[in-house]
């Protein structure tokens, strides 16, 4: 007898989530002898708990072929943790009744370490209520903080989106830095880790190349060694171009971004260390300065993502699918190194229960000891993982052909639930 | 007799001035027979009055190829605006002194309206110093901001980028704006034209889609229809993707950015219309919100340049050259649109005279009535102009081969002057 799949987002969107989604449909297709409907979950694990379950089936061949290449989360995500089974009862069991309810066999969440800790706790409650299923985790963070796995699907495209950036500007800076712009400062995502900002080292290759200074959450900001390396960079190399990454803290371990400005009425101005740190570029030292911040377009930049992020992300999904009909449950596929030079990886597996509720930091050997850039160490892990490119298709009016599904509801069995 | 050409880049570098650059040199090296060297201003004029002079026939056949598809002014720029002939005597006489030591035949001046205006000057105060030298204009800027020509070499590109990113980040928001962000306000460049603001326009082709409110620097901003309207988006189509140039100014004239915010010293914040308009809805709707500021991203974006831009850029320093050749003066070639379906352009030329100091602004027409969006006029102009990619080449770590030029100067023959 055929069980569907249930298959769900979770949490902040990455450029090739919808690769793995891809890969999930697409295996799940051509296992049509074993598997039945793919169904996913609107909005994510909400949309679970509402029975609001997106039929794939209804989606053609080519826009399930087209999710490859799409930002954005294609069925919806959300940001709903469930938390102990004791605390969140209420949650399970409804998510049980749903899964009941529609021939669910497999539910492949793909998400960080919260949706890993929230699949675990689904196969465990799932074999107590009777409705054992097989629950799988995707990994998927542009955090890059999974535990485990080499590196997760989603981080290596922003990378790459922080490299080409930096490395653009830079060029720009560097052109008119003798009259014009001396101090260019990138904002990039990354509150507790500085793996986002680590990349833009990557273009640093040779003394003198940009970026000159990276400021991660790892090293308490130090005004005075940052303004001498400021200067050092503008008197040597004409322009000094930085990384910042959201989560600098100063020495209090308050977050730079709100330690500085205030609106008109006084608040706190919410969001932006770049302003805050160009502002004391420009009290202290006096350079004129432009300052960047690329919010949620480095996490939507499918257009400049690595070929690399996009066939892991590709391949976890498969993977998921291959491992709920082994009929595993309660593990992860997980990103393997297998060498270095040249780069090499596959797909392998961990269980859950070592993935939940772990973050990843960035090792303190990546970090230089003057705490403004990255070691070769750094690099030898990073460098593979931006390569390749991997463009979307364009339509004839210059715009990439990014698809929208249908989103077909299946029709709902059980009474409504309240979120 | 062969003279040498002189060539200068000038203001605000684009993603494809060097593109322009590529066609003026490999058009010279073509013309072998007829042209000596190819020489470029370090840094612009600035490096043309110290005698800084860059002798381009050091560079390799395969660097000069590279500059089609590098960002940044690969022979550097500046901002320096040389004024009537009257006030700037002294930097005129000088720059003909320039000329003459280094047997230039040919200027050609690669800026805006500005640089036009000092080309046109040069060749009237060649002739009356008895040193007669053909004057080009050559065309750039992403402000397409320049009058005659159908639209700038640099826009394209810049509009390429500011729609593919707004595109993008929309498709993020959308699939978590049920739990998360609703409202997204992406900040472009255009501080006195809504040009660039405009081209995030294309994207939005049918009912709902992004982006759902532009704000142009042509329309006073009225916070109660703007909010409105972003209300609206949010209750109609789930979110509110926001494009805003850093030109908008308020009903007193002032510019939003300036009104806003102070930092914790009470000292006006400099720069970013985005967190201050992010803060209104903040206060007036209560919507979670993310901002982003592109900056120097959107305009040094070769990564995801449009390929009409690039053949634009590209073929309006090939005709330059040519132009000159053919004995022109005080001309800039231009691009003149032959028709719309299919989109045909072909170069034309123009006197200086009819460039310097004229700016085009965008047409009323081109706004809607509401003052939020493009209307279909507007985009059969726009559309054209993102068309097509042309990507760089990347390396086997996954960056962009950009190229960066020797720049071995020429021997000065004049004494020192103070620019």
Redesign the interface.
Known sequence: MKKNILYA?SG??T?VINATACGVIETARINRDRIGTVYAGK?GI?GVLQEELIDTSKETKSDIAGLRH???????????KLRSIEESKREYQRLIEVLRAHDIGYFLYNGGGDSADTAYKVSQIGKKMGFPVNCIGVPKTIDNDLPVTDNCPGFGSVA?YV???I???S??????A????KV?I?EVMGRHAGWIAAAGG??AREEGDPPHLILFPEVPFKQREFLRKVRHAVENYGYCSVVVSEGVRNSRGQFLAD??????FG?A????V??VV??IV?EKLGYKY????????Q??????A?K?DVDQAYAVGKAAVELALQGKSGVMPIIKRVSNNPYRWKIGETSLGRVANREKMMPKSYITDDGFGITPAARRYL?PL????D?PP?D?????K?VRMKKVLARKKLPEFDV
């Open positions: 987002q902040g969107v450029p909005d909400i799409t930002p954005g989360g294609g069925f919806g995500s959300c940001r709903y790459k490299a080409v950036s490395m653009e500007a060029l720009d800076v560097e052109s008119m003798s009259s014009s712009t260019f990138l990557l273009v330690a500085g400005t205030r609106d008109a608040h101005q919410l969001g932006g770049a302003p160009a502002n420009r432009h300052w960047a911040v690329s919010d949620y377009l996490r939507s930049a499918r257009h400049v690595s690399t460098a931006i390569r390749g490119e463009y364009y004839r009016d210059g715009l990439p990014y």
